[in-house]
């Protein structure tokens, strides 16, 4: 076998799937089962043993009342029980919530009242607060964004009444994840404590998934001042781990160490989803921590990172007595990269390849720089490819407000044109339609893109302020200051 495979040989090395998550899996578990395809903390889970778990979660998951559609939430901090239940969700169909730990109550009350989640699971320390927050659902007035709801329940009747009690804390469990056991300290604990808790759902049959079918809920902020719930299907997910590979060329044998939440795109769908694209390797840790970012790397043997600006940035400042030689990493995706951020990392960290993309929540992986070059400094670079599908596979274009497309040179707003694209707003069918302009997704975006045809990020279309990797919109500010009863 070549040292080095290409994006397409890397997808060939497994059998055909079906633009599914668990037939991703499945095709991956089949060739390659006792490779590490997980691991955290003492925990490692290999391809067999992932799909063979999380196919026992969504058994039982089905048989104690989780039926495809429905929505299973989780608020945690990055763990291996969050791709498990990923995993599970997915092969019973039901749709996979991830939520922030660090989310205020309002806001994550507005989350799980949107989502409609009929399951919540939640570590340890946020159980009480949890509850809470469910208990002020079954007693709140129907929330902005539920159009539907309370239509129907203006009119009144059986429907209404149904649709009512079907976001009521009684149809609304809250669970603790030590409570279910899985918080056992290492990888055959924890897998005995999911086979106990399936042990009397072996004949139950999981239900046929197909591609179109909805899979995750992302939220995002936006001008409305409420988080949009931007939902992705089965195919979308599967087709972005598949351009990630194409995107760092990742290799079976990479290690993808996961250090940004599971609730964005980018360690959901790029790292993790690249790594059982590739048939490679996830590790995870509970948060990023600076200080000990370099030693991690060397004890986990990683050898590609993601990263936001905001980590760069603070990785360049820390005292260099912190930084470890020994480290393997030699590819590291994320943005903005700077001059002086490829610099410090190129010859002071010594990480040969530093790929500055670009990416919404609704539109994974839009655009990046090449990996095998040319490189420009500052740019998100070209239209995103796919190893699967040869040719022209998403495309870019500037526009004015006018609609008028723009010569290079010329800033206006970027909009994208991509088979990985949302499928819609959850709840909000306007936002949805208004997202888009003869098929193109409007980013909101200001860009410009050069005679070479790569791109340039230049601002914020639209009232969004980004504070630490996060996005805040600045509408939802206005509506939390002029809540405090001192602001008149």
């Excluded at 997910?237 to 598949?242: F, G, I, Q």
């Excluded at 010594?350 to 990416?359: D, F, K, N, T």
Aim: proline share 6%; with cysteine.
């Amino acid at each position: 076998m070549p040292s080095e495979l290409s994006p397409g040989d890397v997808l060939a090395l497994y059998p055909q799937h079906t633009d599914t998550i668990p037939s991703l899996l499945a095709s991956r578990a089949l060739t390659v089962p006792e490779k590490s395809a997980l691991e955290f903390e003492s925990r490692v889970w290999s391809y067999r043993a992932l799909d063979e778990v999380s196919t026992l979660l969504a058994r039982a998951a089905a048989l104690r009342g989780v039926n495809k559609g429905d929505r299973i939430a989780i608020i945690s901090v990055n763990t291996d029980l969050s791709v498990i239940v990923l995993l599970a969700a997915a092969k019973v169909g039901a749709l996979f919530v991830p939520l922030n730990p660090a989310a205020t109550d309002d806001d994550l009350q507005y989350m799980l009242s949107h989502s409609r989640s009929s399951l919540v699971l939640c570590q340890s320390d946020l159980l009480e607060r949890t509850r809470a927050i469910v208990e002020r659902i079954e007693s709140a007035p129907l929330p902005e964004g539920h159009a539907d709801l309370a239509h129907d329940a203006a009119d009144g009747g059986e429907a209404a009444q149904k649709q009512q009690a079907a976001r009521r804390i009684g149809r609304t469990r809250v669970i603790d994840l030590h409570e279910l056991g899985l918080a056992a300290p290492d990888a055959p604990s924890l897998s005995e404590s999911i086979r106990r808790l399936a042990s009397d759902a072996e004949s139950v049959v999981l239900p046929e998934i197909g591609p179109t079918d909805p899979s995750i809920v992302i939220y995002t902020s936006g001008t409305t001042g409420f988080p949009k719930g931007v939902v992705h299907s089965q195919r979308n997910y599967v087709l972005a781990a598949e351009a990630f590979v194409a995107r760092l060329h990742l290799q079976p044998s990479d290690r993808l160490l996961a250090l940004l939440p599971f609730f964005h795109i980018n360690a959901l769908f790029y790292s993790l989803g690249g790594a059982l694209a590739a048939g490679a390797t996830l590790i995870t840790a509970r948060s990023f921590s600076a200080s000990r970012f370099w030693n991690l790397a060397v004890e986990t043997r990683a050898t590609q990172f993601n990263f936001l600006a905001a980590v760069g940035t603070i990785l360049m400042k820390r005292a260099r007595s912190e930084f470890n030689p020994a480290h393997g990493i030699r590819k590291m995706y994320g943005g903005p990269i700077s001059a002086e951020m490829f610099r410090v990392f190129r010859d002071e960290f010594h990480v040969p390849a530093l790929i500055e993309g670009y990416g919404m929540t609704e539109i994974p992986g839009a655009s990046c720089n090449p990996f095998a070059g040319p490189h420009k400094a500052g740019s998100i670079g070209v239209a995103a490819v796919h190893p699967r599908f040869p040719g022209n596979f998403s495309a870019l274009r500037i526009e004015d407000d006018s609609g008028r497309e723009l010569p290079a040179g010329e800033t206006g707003e970027l909009l994208v044109k991509t088979p990985i694209v949302f499928k819609e707003y959850l709840n909000d069918p306007e936002q949805t339609a208004a997202a888009f302009r003869d098929g193109w997704f409007l980013t909101g975006d200001l860009a410009y893109r050069d005679a070479d045809g790569y791109h340039y990020f230049v601002a914020r279309k639209k009232d969004i302020i980004r504070r630490r990797g996060e996005n805040i919109s600045g509408a939802e500010l206005d509506r939390v200051i002029s809540a405090h009863p001192d602001v008149q």
